[in-house]
C-alpha cells in the first residue's frame, strides 16, 4: 500500500494546516467600502488577478488574509460558502454585503502552507445543513467561484497558496509513456439504470504474463478529475513509485442511493464489476493487491464494500471519507465504524485520509475529521 499512499498524498486538495477563526478585514475590502465608486476598477482588478484575493497583512503567525467575493446581480440577497477553512459543521457561512455596492465578502486568516477546495452558493440563506436530506437540496445551489482561475468539476473551486507542498506527479513530464483511458457502460439486474465505467490500463498492456495489481475507485469521472488521472498514474508510473496497474473509476447511476451503505450495490461492484475487469484486463483475484477507493461518500461506500467483501478487496483507500452517517433513524453517528469494530478482525487494510479542516458534518454529534479518527482507532 505505500505507493498507493504516495498517489493519494500528493493528489490531495485537503490541507494539513489550519485556518484561524477569527475574521480579519481585508484592506482591499476596506477601500471599496469607503469609496463604492472604485467598485468598477475593483472588478477589473479581480478579474485579472482571480479569486479568493490574497493579501499579506503581516500577520504575527505569518498567515495570508484570504477573502473570498461574489458579484451580486439584482436577484442576489445572500451568498454562502461552503468548505472555507474556518467556516464551522459543514464548512457553511455567509458573505456580507458591503452596502451600497454588489460586492459580497468575507475574509480569514489562513496558513500559507494550505490546499483546499470550496463552493459558492447564491442565495442559500438557509443555515447550517441539518442531515443528508438537507444537505442534498442544496447542491443545485453550489457552483465553482466564476473568478477563480482553478475549478474543480462544476461546482467547486481549488486554492493553493504559495507554500502548499507541491505535487510533482501533477505536472507532465515529456517522453514520459502512456497509457489507456477507456469509458464503458455497465447495467446489472436488480439495479436501475447504467453506470460509466474508466478504465485505464498502463503503458505496454499485455493481455499475458504476470496478472495487473487493481485499484478500483468510485465516483468515475469525477475522481479521475480531482485526482488528475491518469497522469498522476502514469507520472508515478515511470518513477517506479507505482507498479503498472490497472484503475476501474466507477460511476453511479445514482450516487447517493449508491454510494450510502447499498448491499445491491456492494454486491454488484463484487460479483459482476470486478469479475468483468479481471477477464477483461487480465487483473489479479488476489485480494491483498486489489484496492477499493474513493474520497467522501466513495471512500464511505469502499469501507463499508470491503467489510461485506473482504474476499474480494484486501486495501481500502478512503479520502475524506463520510464516515459520519448513519441511517437517520439510528442512534448513534458512525454506523460503518460501529459495524467494523463488532466483527472479528479482518484482512483489509486501509489508508485513510482526511484534511483538518474538515471540522464538520450533517451529523451533530460527530465531525469528519473525528469520525475518520474514530475509524483509524
Request: glycine letters at 6%; a positive charge; aromatic letters at 8%.
Amino acid at each position: 500500500m505505500r505507493t498507493l499512499a504516495v498517489l493519494v498524498g500528493l493528489v490531495s486538495w485537503v490541507a494539513a494546516t489550519v485556518a484561524s477563526a477569527e475574521p480579519s478585514p481585508s484592506p482591499r475590502i476596506a477601500a471599496v467600502a469607503a469609496k463604492p465608486s472604485t467598485e468598477a476598477a475593483f472588478w477589473k482588478q479581480v478579474a485579472a488577478e482571480g479569486t479568493p484575493l490574497i493579501e499579506d497583512i503581516k500577520d504575527p503567525k505569518g498567515r495570508l488574509l484570504l477573502t473570498f467575493v461574489y458579484r451580486a446581480r439584482p436577484t442576489t440577497k445572500h451568498v454562502a460558502i461552503y468548505n472555507a477553512p474556518n467556516n464551522v459543521l459543514i464548512g457553511y457561512g455567509q458573505l456580507e454585503r458591503i452596502p451600497k455596492t454588489n460586492v459580497f465578502a468575507t475574509s480569514m486568516l489562513v496558513d500559507p502552507a494550505a490546499r483546499f477546495i470550496y463552493a459558492l452558493a447564491p442565495n442559500d440563506n438557509f443555515g447550517v445543513p441539518v442531515g443528508m436530506a438537507d444537505v442534498m437540496r442544496r447542491m443545485p445551489l453550489l457552483q465553482p467561484d466564476l473568478l477563480n482561475k482553478h475549478p474543480i468539476e462544476t461546482s467547486g473551486s481549488a486554492v493553493t497558496l504559495p507554500k502548499a507542498p507541491p505535487q510533482p506527479w501533477r505536472t507532465p513530464k515529456r517522453g514520459t509513456p502512456t497509457g489507456t483511458l477507456t469509458q464503458y457502460l455497465t447495467s446489472t439486474k436488480g439495479l436501475p439504470g447504467k453506470r460509466p465505467v474508466l478504465v485505464y490500463t498502463p503503458p505496454g498492456f499485455s493481455t499475458t504474463g504476470p496478472a495487473y495489481p487493481l485499484v478500483v475507485l468510485f465516483d468515475g469521472p469525477g475522481v479521475a478529475q480531482a485526482f488528475a488521472m491518469p497522469l498522476v498514474l502514469e507520472e508515478l508510473i515511470a518513477a517506479k513509485k507505482l507498479p503498472p496497474v490497472v484503475v476501474a473509476m466507477v460511476g453511479n447511476a445514482d450516487r447517493m442511493a449508491e454510494l450510502l451503505p447499498t448491499p445491491a450495490f456492494a454486491d454488484h461492484v463484487a460479483h459482476d464489476l470486478v469479475p468483468w475487469i479481471r477477464r477483461t484486463f487480465h487483473t489479479t483475484a488476489d485480494p491483498r493487491s486489489t484496492v477499493l477507493g474513493g474520497l467522501s461518500l466513495g471512500g464511505l461506500a469502499a469501507a463499508y464494500t470491503a467489510i461485506r467483501h473482504p474476499a474480494t478487496f484486501g486495501n481500502v483507500l478512503s479520502q475524506s471519507g463520510s464516515f459520519w452517517w448513519s441511517p437517520d433513524d439510528a442512534i448513534e453517528s458512525e454506523h460503518v465504524s460501529h459495524d467494523l469494530a463488532a466483527r472479528s478482525a479482518l484482512p483489509i487494510r486501509f489508508w485513510i485520509e482526511c484534511g483538518v479542516f474538515e471540522s464538520g458534518s450533517p451529523k451533530p454529534d460527530t465531525s469528519q475529521i473525528g469520525a475518520n479518527r474514530h475509524l483509524r482507532d
